[in-house]
């Protein structure tokens, strides 16, 4: 079945330092991938996707590239805010048709610390 | 402004009660979802919905039960038969780009 796999945290940064956030998986076939985040007591905030092999996502300085050959859809950002602590999650979808169902990772708590 | 709302933002549920979170989505999407989410785990999916009066159990459907009779619509009730429901529970939508956007959540605590 599918699976998506995110390194344990958490992790704790200071602020500009390099962020990456390993994410691998397991699915047949061609997945969509996502990185959502979450901060307290919030729903979930799409960060970015990519949708098929060497594509990379980008937004607000966060970016990931999927890589087939590794499975992997790691998050990465070059310079850190006290406002990125939050809790990220990578997902992957399969199938074409609407209502496709998501696989979500356990989550990545990251902390920034001024 | 488009997008979900779930209500309400806090629930409390005495012991063999049934207690119904609301979600409505304005965003014109045909699916709808139900998640389930606990301390340091993911989410784990409850029970979603392709279109309206259709919907199809998900990984940790037992114990609760949901309706699609709008569009808009796709409320969650914690049916007494679900022994541990405290959780924070999130509703989502997707439509023909198939990301799925998140609405902010129910927290349900038992008393």
């Known amino acids: 079945g599918n699976s998506v796999t995110q390194m344990e945290g958490p992790v704790t940064l200071s602020e500009e330092a390099f962020l990456t956030i390993n994410c691998t998986y397991t699915a047949t076939g061609y997945p969509s991938l996502f990185w959502y985040v979450q901060y307290p007591g919030e729903g979930l905030q799409l960060l970015l996707k990519?949708?098929?092999?060497?594509d990379k996502g980008s937004n607000k300085g966060f970016e990931a590239t999927y890589r087939k050959e590794t499975t992997s859809f790691h998050l990465e950002k070059g310079s850190v805010q006290v406002s990125d602590s939050a809790v990220y999650f990578c997902?992957?979808?399969?199938?074409?048709?609407?209502?496709?169902?998501?696989?979500f990772g356990e989550g990545t708590q990251l902390t920034v610390n001024p | 402004d488009g997008g979900i709302t779930q209500s309400p933002k806090y629930l409390f549920r005495k012991e063999g009660q049934n207690v119904t979170l609301s979600c409505e989505q304005n965003l014109n999407h045909d699916a709808m979802y139900w998640y389930r989410q606990d301390p340091g785990q993911g989410l784990r999916l409850i029970y979603y919905?392709?279109?309206?009066?259709?919907?199809q159990k998900g990984d940790i459907a037992e114990g609760y039960s949901v309706s699609r009779e709008k569009k808009e619509s796709f409320p969650l009730t914690v049916t007494s038969a679900q022994k541990n429901p405290t959780a924070f529970y999130l509703c989502?939508?997707?439509?023909?780009?198939?990301?799925?956007?998140f609405g902010p959540g129910t927290r349900l605590l038992v008393l």
């Open positions: 919905s392709q279109i309206v009066n259709d919907f």
């Open positions: 990519a949708t098929k092999a060497d």
């Open positions: 989502a939508s997707s439509g023909a780009q198939e990301t799925q956007y």
């Open positions: 997902a992957l979808r399969r199938g074409e048709t609407s209502g496709s169902r998501l696989t």
